[in-house]
């Protein structure tokens, strides 16, 4: 108890010292205990941190039915021939399966049957790719914090990884993001577009939507998601197949 006294004087002398206009704004709970009271002037001191991480939660615009655009045109890899992504077209992705391992306490493989079956999100979202083009369109699919709560994800995992089954110049496109986004309310992994099942250009059976981020993120073609503690191993280690070979931002935040 002493020593709590003490530390809490020190720190309020040190901000009475140091910090007289912050000192002021934290005075106006002067009814407040004292711990309060400095836990008060702490977070004000972080305030800019704490915007950084408000702001990487908040959601994406999402817009009406009617902003929908006629074509949502296809970009990059637009029907691999790798990954035995011609066979599982033609058979309707009824053998596609997705892995969810890493960093998880229960890796699961499912199905487009079972995850067509789990809760699903639907959101209207503006698509920016670095390219220089825009698309609005509907898009359907399971909370990607769903999948991740089902697999039981580890407080060791730090980065959720994507593989697709198309490479381009014979390397596999990949994708990675922090779990401030993979947990994210609009982060799903979709299957469908405007109410149909994904066409094969936009990333059928099931792609990644990440709204908050740049179009080379949102992985099409996915047939495995892996948490993971660290990037350093994977591809070329940059987190992502264009971050590993042109100067595209790992964080590509809209
Ligand atoms: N597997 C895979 N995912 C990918 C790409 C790709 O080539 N392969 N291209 C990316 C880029 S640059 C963009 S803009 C979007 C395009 O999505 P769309 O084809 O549905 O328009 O997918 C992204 N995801
Ligand atoms: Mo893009």
């Given at each position: 108890m002493s020593r709590l006294l003490t530390r809490r004087g020190l720190i309020g002398g040190g901000l009475a010292i140091g910090a007289g206009g912050l000192l002021s704004g934290c005075d106006?709970?002067?009814?407040?205990p004292a711990f309060r009271k400095i836990l008060s002037c702490g977070e004000a001191m972080n305030r800019h941190a704490q915007r950084l991480l408000t702001d990487r939660n908040a959601l994406a615009r999402e817009f009406s039915a009617s902003d929908i655009s006629p074509f949502f045109r296809g970009n990059g890899?637009?029907?691999?021939?790798?990954?035995g992504y011609p066979e599982h077209a033609a058979a309707g992705f009824a053998n596609w399966r997705v892995r969810v391992s890493g960093l998880v306490a229960r890796p699961l493989t499912l199905s487009m049957a079972q995850i067509r079956s789990m809760p699903k999100r639907s959101q209207i979202t503006r698509h920016d790719c670095v390219e220089g083009w825009s698309a609005i369109g509907k898009w359907t699919g399971v909370p990607l914090s769903l999948l991740l709560d089902q697999a039981g994800l580890?407080?060791?995992?730090?980065f959720v990884v994507f593989r697709c089954a198309d490479q381009i110049g014979g390397a596999p496109y990949y994708e990675s993001i922090d779990l401030i986004d993979a947990l994210h309310p609009q982060t799903i992994m979709a299957w469908a577009l405007n109410d149909a099942l994904l066409p094969i250009r936009n990333g059928a059976p099931l792609r990644l939507r990440?709204?908050?981020?740049?179009?080379?993120?949102?992985?099409?073609?996915?047939?495995a998601i892996e948490a993971v503690a660290?990037?350093?191993?994977?591809?070329?280690?940059?987190?992502?197949y264009w971050e590993d070979r042109v100067d595209y931002e790992w964080y590509a935040g809209i």
């Amino acid at each position: 108890m002493s020593r709590l006294l003490t530390r809490r004087g020190l720190i309020g002398g040190g901000l009475a010292i140091g910090a007289g206009g912050l000192l002021s704004g934290c005075d106006r709970l002067g009814e407040s205990p004292a711990f309060r009271k400095i836990l008060s002037c702490g977070e004000a001191m972080n305030r800019h941190a704490q915007r950084l991480l408000t702001d990487r939660n908040a959601l994406a615009r999402e817009f009406s039915a009617s902003d929908i655009s006629p074509f949502f045109r296809g970009n990059g890899s637009q029907n691999p021939g790798t990954g035995g992504y011609p066979e599982h077209a033609a058979a309707g992705f009824a053998n596609w399966r997705v892995r969810v391992s890493g960093l998880v306490a229960r890796p699961l493989t499912l199905s487009m049957a079972q995850i067509r079956s789990m809760p699903k999100r639907s959101q209207i979202t503006r698509h920016d790719c670095v390219e220089g083009w825009s698309a609005i369109g509907k898009w359907t699919g399971v909370p990607l914090s769903l999948l991740l709560d089902q697999a039981g994800l580890s407080d060791r995992a730090r980065f959720v990884v994507f593989r697709c089954a198309d490479q381009i110049g014979g390397a596999p496109y990949y994708e990675s993001i922090d779990l401030i986004d993979a947990l994210h309310p609009q982060t799903i992994m979709a299957w469908a577009l405007n109410d149909a099942l994904l066409p094969i250009r936009n990333g059928a059976p099931l792609r990644l939507r990440v709204e908050r981020q740049l179009g080379y993120k949102h992985a099409k073609y996915v047939q495995a998601i892996e948490a993971v503690a660290t990037l350093d191993g994977i591809g070329l280690g940059k987190g992502g197949y264009w971050e590993d070979r042109v100067d595209y931002e790992w964080y590509a935040g809209i």
